[in-house]
């Protein structure tokens, strides 16, 4: 097969649009997208720091909802209720202060604490379908999942 300098510029031409119109699973959204795409949702906590996560009290799984109208997050920490805000800048994301109710539990106290630790360590995130990993400055600090509906 013999490739002529017009078929090449049309091949080149037709990568260059379908790449211009698929985003890479993981990449960064604008602010208003990511948004979007979290909001509405009670994300689930499967992992922290790599290791599956802990339940909290009564056999609950951690969660984070994110507002899309006051880029504010609340969610079930393993004993308590906590809520705060969060910032973001491409895929860099932090969390501001978090505050939470002052319940104590004979179940999911240290989980409260590792989550309130990897929320303040939060630096960038990646979006995958219906994963949510959160990272550090070194590695994922934590993975929450979209219960499927």
């Not at 211009?20 to 699973?25: E, I, L, S, V, Y």
């Not at 948004?35 to 906590?45: F, P, Q, S, Y």
Request: a positive charge; hydrophobic letters at 45%; aromatic letters at 8%.
């Amino acid at each position: 097969m013999r490739l002529t300098l017009r078929s090449i510029w049309c091949l080149l031409a037709i990568m260059t649009v379908t790449a211009a119109c698929t985003r890479p699973q993981g990449s960064s959204l604008s602010p208003v997208s990511f948004r979007a795409a979290v909001a509405g949702t009670e994300w689930e906590l499967h992992e922290l720091r790599g290791a599956a996560a802990p339940l909290g009290a009564g056999a609950r799984r951690a969660t984070i909802r994110f507002d899309a109208d006051t880029a504010r997050v609340a969610g079930f920490a393993g004993c308590n209720r906590y809520f705060g805000s969060y910032t973001l800048d491409g895929a860099a994301l932090r969390f501001g202060a978090v505050g939470m109710t002052r319940m104590a539990c004979a179940e999911g106290m240290a989980l409260e604490q590792q989550l309130g630790a990897a929320l303040e360590a939060t630096r960038r995130y990646q979006l995958d379908d219906r994963e949510l990993t959160l990272f550090n400055d070194t590695g994922a600090v934590a993975r929450f999942v979209r219960p499927a509906q």
